[in-house]
């Protein structure tokens, strides 16, 4: 089974600072999906941005960008600005292209400091 | 509007009795899921149903059941046989993986064992 790694319990930010959530994982498979997921207060799962590996091009999603790194296996997550609003868990998760199965990292605790 | 519902959002069950868990979908979504969420170990998978009248384990399948007779709906049933029952139990739906489409989340149920 593929793994994924958030290596990063918890970080914090600034009010309007810029943060990166790492996450690295391992696969055999050169096609595959990764997305980052946030999970505020209220427990509810939503999508913040995907990517797919075969594109080479960072996925971006207004104050949301995407390094991956595919040779490397890394796919960390920015945050611009960063507003209260942003202040969650974060996962990253990996999708197979063959497969329904995803993978999820153990999570990022983002705080925001006013 | 289309999404996942989860029932009860609380659910509280005394040790040695069976617990059902419902989760229903009008996304007409062909894969259906079950995770388990602990503090710190992230979403780990239950079971998956990628069609109607078939379902395969996760990785911690044990001590749990679930039907998919229908398309929309796929509940989960914990049994007395799940030793640590207690946990956010996160329902989610997706596409067939062609197009390696996102999961969307329910709201969770949160269920404690008394």
């Known amino acids: 089974a593929q793994t994924v790694t958030q290596s990063q319990p918890e970080m914090s930010v600034q009010e309007a600072e810029t943060v990166t959530l790492s996450c690295t994982y391992d696969?055999?498979?050169?096609?595959?999906?990764l997305f980052w997921y946030k999970q505020p207060p209220s427990r509810q799962m939503i999508l913040v941005i995907r990517?797919?590996?075969?594109?080479?091009q960072n996925a971006t999603e207004n104050r949301f960008s995407v390094n991956f790194q595919k040779a490397a296996k890394s796919f960390s997550l920015k945050i611009s600005d960063s507003q209260l609003g942003d202040a969650a868990m974060y996962f990253c998760?990996?999708?197979?292209?063959?497969?329904?199965?995803?993978?999820f990292g153990t999570g990022t605790s983002l705080t925001v400091i006013p | 509007d289309g999404g996942i519902t989860q029932s009860p959002k609380y659910l509280f069950r005394k040790e040695g009795q069976n617990v059902t868990l419902s989760c229903e979908q009008n996304?007409?979504?062909?894969?259906m899921y079950w995770y388990r969420q602990d503090p710190g170990q992230g979403l780990r998978l239950i079971y998956y149903?990628?069609?109607?009248?078939?379902?395969q384990k996760g990785d911690i399948a044990e001590g749990y059941s679930v039907s998919r007779e229908k398309k929309e709906s796929f509940p989960l049933t914990v049994t007395s046989a799940q030793k640590n029952p207690t946990a956010f139990y996160l329902c989610?739906?997706?596409?067939?993986?062609?197009?390696?489409?996102?999961?969307?989340f329910g709201p969770g149920t949160r269920l404690t064992v008394l």
């Open positions: 989610a739906s997706s596409i067939g993986s062609r197009f390696g489409y996102e999961q969307f």
């Open positions: 696969t055999s498979e050169s096609d595959y999906y």
């Open positions: 990517q797919e590996a075969y594109k080479q």
């Open positions: 998760a990996y999708r197979s292209g063959t497969g329904n199965q995803f993978y």
């Open positions: 996304l007409n979504h062909d894969a």
């Open positions: 149903s990628q069609i109607v009248n078939d379902f």
